[in-house]
């Protein structure tokens, strides 16, 4: 079994340690230093500052989003004439995808989802929409996939599956293969030395360090685990530059404390972008340029004026957002033995080597926000520690896209939530939000009735638009995962590695639940949610979608 088989390995790696000579070696053959592509880099500080409060989005994403809005207007307003040529097309709403948590399944299902709507990819009824989207957001198993989307420049769905997944995923988490190369290549050394130079160069690593590294052999397109991917680096894809993809955000909270059983509901919702990282929360209220997330500052100026970059690796960023070793102390966030041993063997690699203490479980991050007056919570503290969403029931990455100064009309939430298998049982992760928001004042969010009222009413697998009747709310298409192919349900959201046939049905599966099943109606309803509050006449069928899909709490 390819569980213990990993376990042994990283047994006998936490017999090595990581040492400051791995920080650098000299290349063979000349006295030049390699730096070591994990390690931080001195850089030379910007002469903007590197933190503003959060009082509105950042120029170069408002930059980025005018230049998008144009594309994807173009693209709804082509697929919204082809559905029905009664919607007018005068004024468009501002379209954000959104994809939950829940494993190797939430990204297969993401892909899925993607893949139905991608006009390269699908011939299907809503194929073109992808094109009409403005922002993605992803958190945990959704921001493994949106992170390899986009380290690939947004390739296809079909060729991300043919090229990477379908080797990688089959061989497991544990397991960094290179892609297409199919058999396995363990880079246990490889990822030592990593860690260990960014280590040697002053910077915390924990726990999440290994497992970000993991998760770049399985999600990235290179040999080296895509080591030189950073979320900052994106900027430099032609597709990102061409403004023809939307705006990725990927989500993580943050902790009260360096202790990993402090995850509360009301837990700090941070963001990366490609341009800064940061929260609009009141407690921390800022955000800092992503390329320059880890310096060293103090009041959001850099001590003797020295910058850091690199510390925004894609992989590692991608491992914050899924870092769900926070839930360990709670059984309800571990079903199964194997995660606390995926955990403990990760753990006692780190531990060995790092001698890091109580905070190794949670992705460890120097605090931007140190001493900053507009961050209040997190001012004092010189670490920031992140984990996954999902530690306090937020496995929907829908908090950047209710933030009133993005003007974002409709998500379409693509959710792992379906009553096919023990995930999270019971919780609906957007009423947590809801809830969240209500105490947050955030009023964009959309009412939805608690996890008893969906569970009561048989909710948790039915598509429904969400907001339809609230003008002032963004509107939800909440799309959870149901198994229209009934292999899809053999993938279960902690199975640490999926077969091909698996992948294959999985991601066939997302394909259905974005047509649901083909459903000859479901472009016009679609596009009805879409334009409900947008459009000044709707064509006369869409009274029928509203009465179908539109979520009315009953008195
Ligand atoms: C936010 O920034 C945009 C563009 O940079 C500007 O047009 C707008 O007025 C700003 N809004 C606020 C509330 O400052
Ligand atoms: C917000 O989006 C709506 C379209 O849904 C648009 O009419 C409006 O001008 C936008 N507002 C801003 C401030 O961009
Ligand atoms: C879509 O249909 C066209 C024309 O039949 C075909 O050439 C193309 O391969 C199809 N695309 C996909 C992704 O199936
Ligand atoms: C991955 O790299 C291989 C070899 O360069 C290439 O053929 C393939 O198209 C790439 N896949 C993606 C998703 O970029
Ligand atoms: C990204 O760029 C390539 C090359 O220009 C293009 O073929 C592809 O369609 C683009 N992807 C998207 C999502 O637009
Ligand atoms: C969550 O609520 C508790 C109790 O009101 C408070 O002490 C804590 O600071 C809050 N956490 C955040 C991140 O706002
Ligand atoms: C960061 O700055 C503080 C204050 O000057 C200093 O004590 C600390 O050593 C610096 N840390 C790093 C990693 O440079
Ligand atoms: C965790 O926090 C506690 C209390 O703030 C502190 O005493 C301890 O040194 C911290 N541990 C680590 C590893 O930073
Ligand atoms: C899942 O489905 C079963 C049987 O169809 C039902 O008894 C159970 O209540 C459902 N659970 C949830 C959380 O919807
Ligand atoms: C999540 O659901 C379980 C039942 O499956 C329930 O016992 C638990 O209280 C719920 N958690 C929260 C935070 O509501
Ligand atoms: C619950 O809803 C699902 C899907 O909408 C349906 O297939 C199932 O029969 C319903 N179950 C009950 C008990 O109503």
Redesign the pocket.
């Known amino acids: 079994m390819r569980l213990a088989q990993g376990l042994l390995i990283l047994t006998l790696l936490s017999q090595c340690s990581f040492g400051p000579a791995l920080a650098t070696a000299v290349r063979p053959g000349t006295t030049e230093q390699l730096i070591n592509a994990y390690a931080p880099r001195d850089a030379t500080c910007p002469t903007v500052p590197l933190v503003r409060p959060a009082t509105n989005i950042s120029t170069l994403e408002n930059q980025y989003i005018n230049a998008r809005k144009t594309k994807a207007n173009a693209a709804l307003a082509a697929w919204l004439k082809k559905v029905n040529a009664g919607f007018s097309t005068s004024?468009?709403?501002?379209l954000g995808l959104t994809h939950s948590g829940g494993g190797y399944r939430a990204l297969l299902n993401a892909a899925g989802n993607m893949q139905a709507m991608d006009s390269r990819d699908s011939n299907s009824s809503i194929g073109g929409l992808y094109q009409a989207i403005t922002y993605q957001t992803a958190l945990s198993g959704g921001a493994w996939f949106l992170s390899s989307l986009a380290a690939s420049n947004w390739a296809t769905v079909s060729l991300l599956q043919k090229t990477i997944y379908d080797s990688t995923i089959p061989a497991g988490l544990l397991f960094p293969v290179e892609p297409n190369v199919f058999s396995i290549v363990p880079n246990y050394a490889q990822i030592v030395a990593d860690i260990g130079a960014k280590q040697a160069a002053g910077s915390p690593v924990t726990l999440v360090d290994v497992y970000g590294r993991l998760l770049g052999y399985n999600l990235f397109n290179s040999s080296d685990g895509g080591v030189d991917h950073t979320m900052s680096g994106l900027t430099s894809m032609s597709n990102f530059s061409s403004h023809s993809v939307p705006y990725p955000i990927l989500t993580s909270i943050g902790t009260d404390s360096n202790s990993t059983c402090t995850v509360s509901l009301n837990a700090t919702q941070f963001e990366f972008s490609p341009y800064e990282f940061g929260s609009w929360d009141s407690g921390t209220n800022a955000f800092v340029q992503t390329a320059y997330l880890s310096s060293n500052l103090t009041n959001g100026m850099a001590i003797s004026k020295k910058c850091t970059t690199g510390l925004d690796n894609l992989g590692f960023i991608t491992g914050t957002s899924s870092d769900f070793f926070a839930g360990a102390c709670d059984s309800q966030f571990v079903p199964t033995g194997m995660l606390n041993a995926l955990a403990a063997a990760l753990q006692s690699v780190v531990v060995k080597a790092a001698g890091t203490g109580g905070d190794e479980l949670l992705a460890t991050y120097r605090n931007p926000f140190y001493g900053s007056s507009h961050s209040p919570l997190v001012s004092h503290s010189e670490d920031l520690y992140l984990a996954d969403g999902g530690a306090s029931f937020q496995i929907q990455p829908i908090w950047p896209l209710i933030q009133p100064?993005r003007?974002?009309?409709v998500l379409i939430v693509g959710d792992c939530y379906g009553n096919t298998s023990s995930y999270y049982p019971g919780n609906i992760s957007i009423s947590y939000t809801y809830a969240q928001a209500q105490a947050n004042n955030l009023v964009k969010m959309p009412f939805i009735p608690t996890s008893a009222v969906f569970i009561a009413q048989n909710l948790t697998s039915r598509t429904q638009f969400f907001g339809c009747d609230e003008p002032d709310t963004v509107t939800i298409v909440w799309l959870p995962l149901v198994p229209y192919i009934k292999t899809a349900s053999n993938v279960d959201w902690y199975d640490l590695q999926v077969s091909e046939d698996d992948i294959a049905s999985v991601i066939t599966n997302g394909n259905l639940v974005a047509t649901q099943g083909n459903d000859e109606e479901w472009p016009l309803c679609l596009a009805c949610a879409f334009m409900k509050?947008?459009g000044p006449i709707l064509p006369s069928g869409c009274v029928a979608c509203f009465t179908k899909y539109c979520y009315a709490p009953t008195a």
């Not at 004024?91 to 501002?94: D, R």
């Open positions: 004024i468009l709403p501002v100064l003007n974002v009309s509050k947008t």
